[in-house]
């Protein structure tokens, strides 16, 4: 297929949208539909002079945002259509063609994500209505991680929970671990080795990768399980809803709520989850705002020591996301404390790679496990897992 491919990510209340082209030097178009349903509602974007516009579409709904996306597509008619769905369950290996069928799966697995899923489909159910002869493939968060073995996702509760309410651990960002694992094994002599990847961003999640599969990773049955990210908890007591019902009274949707949106580098500095923000005040001389670094940076290092058990051979450690692949603060204190580990990180290199860059960051006679930060790509991604689909089925 030499067409395009539109890539669609649609919340609630937004539509993230991209133009891919089979040819990695054409310009992307890309943007985002915000405020859904409200009066300011608007689309943002870029054009392919890399201009950037501003359209007020004062209450429109996914359909209407969809059709205004579509006319800042300079008349490049997409092939295909490509759409980020969070959560596949057990269902989705891989990515799907849609039809009726994957859509009543997308339905069925809507109570494992219930604020992501109603959203996606919104959006295919939107893109039908407008171009109903467009084929249309979904891409699952969860599906890269679907090849983690029992011991990696289940969790010790009674089996009928497993088996008569799907509750296990899926793991989510399954588009990124993807795409900067292979890109690694591109990139590296050691190929498609053992890898532990760091996705750092306002969600942050860590994988365990052999052989171009995942083997574990920290996120669960929900995106909250794991390390700490920008306003969600990551991995607490268990115990603790317990107890904060019991002692402060507080119902299950202050709970949800306080953990995945108060909680975080957020909860932890107090000030923000803007990590830029965050480095800066601890410069200045707050507290807590250090403290949160140490947390988050103990929980990532934590986190990758504990998935390395689920690699026969180590060789190496990604970095990406946001944090990722700007903050050399973070990528120093992890690697920090790893020392076991035999990591050598070359300090003039990690403080050269900003955004946008990838290299490795250890010397390149180093025998011990390699550091490489690999801006991820997660629309690229679901552009090529679009195109594999469709050209599997020819
Ligand atoms: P993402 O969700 O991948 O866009 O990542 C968002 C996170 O990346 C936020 O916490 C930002 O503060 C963080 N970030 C972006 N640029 C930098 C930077 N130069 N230094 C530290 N953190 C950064």
Redesign the pocket.
């Given at each position: 297929m030499n067409a395009p491919v539109l890539v669609i990510n649609c919340g609630s209340s937004s539509i993230k949208y991209a133009l891919i082209d089979p040819d990695p030097q054409a310009p992307r178009l890309a943007g985002l539909a915000e405020r859904l349903g409200s009066a300011e509602a608007r689309l943002k974007g870029q054009n392919s002079a890399g201009e950037s516009f501003t359209q007020p579409l004062p209450a429109a709904d996914h359909t209407q945002a969809l059709n205004a996306i579509f006319e800042h597509l300079e008349g490049r008619l997409p092939g295909a259509v490509g759409h980020r769905i969070v959560h596949g369950g057990e269902h989705f290996t891989q990515a799907a063609l849609i039809d009726n069928s994957v859509i009543n799966a997308i339905e069925t697995t809507a109570a494992l994500a219930p604020l992501h899923n109603p959203a996606n489909l919104a959006g295919i159910t939107a893109t039908r209505k407008i171009f109903p002869e467009l084929p249309q493939v979904a891409v699952f968060d969860t599906a890269f991680h679907q090849t983690m073995p029992p011991r990696a996702y289940r969790y010790a509760l009674p089996e009928a929970l497993y088996t008569e309410h799907s509750i296990r651990r899926y793991g989510f960002h399954g588009t990124s671990h993807a795409f900067v694992s292979q890109r690694a094994a591109e990139l590296s002599d050691r190929g498609a080795g053992g890898w532990l990847t760091a996705h750092l961003?306002?969600g942050c999640s860590t994988s365990a990768v052999w052989n171009n599969q995942s083997l574990d990773t920290s996120m669960g049955l929900t995106p909250l399980e794991g390390v700490v990210m920008?306003t969600r908890s990551g991995d607490v007591d268990p115990g603790l809803h317990t107890h904060l019902h019991r002692q402060l009274g507080w119902s299950l949707e202050k709970i949800d709520s306080v953990l995945n949106k108060e909680s975080g580098l957020l909860g932890l500095s107090g000030l923000t989850?803007?990590?830029?923000e965050i480095?800066d005040a601890a410069k200045q001389g707050h507290a807590n705002a250090q403290l949160a670094i140490d947390v988050f940076c103990y929980r990532i290092a934590k986190s990758l020591a504990a998935l390395s058990c689920a690699l026969p051979q180590l060789d190496g450690l990604i970095f990406t996301?946001?944090?990722g692949e700007?903050?050399s603060t973070v990528r120093r204190n992890v690697l920090a404390l790893l020392p076991h580990f035999g990591f050598a990180l070359n300090d003039n290199a990690n403080e050269a790679t900003?955004?946008g860059k990838e290299g490795r960051l250890d010397n390149a006679d180093h025998q011990g496990p390699q550091v490489w930060v690999i801006p991820t790509d997660e629309e690229g991604r679901i552009a090529m897992e679009t195109r594999h689909c469709l050209e599997a089925r020819l």
């Open positions: 961003g306002n920008g989850n803007d990590l830029r480095e996301g946001g944090i700007n903050s900003i955004r």
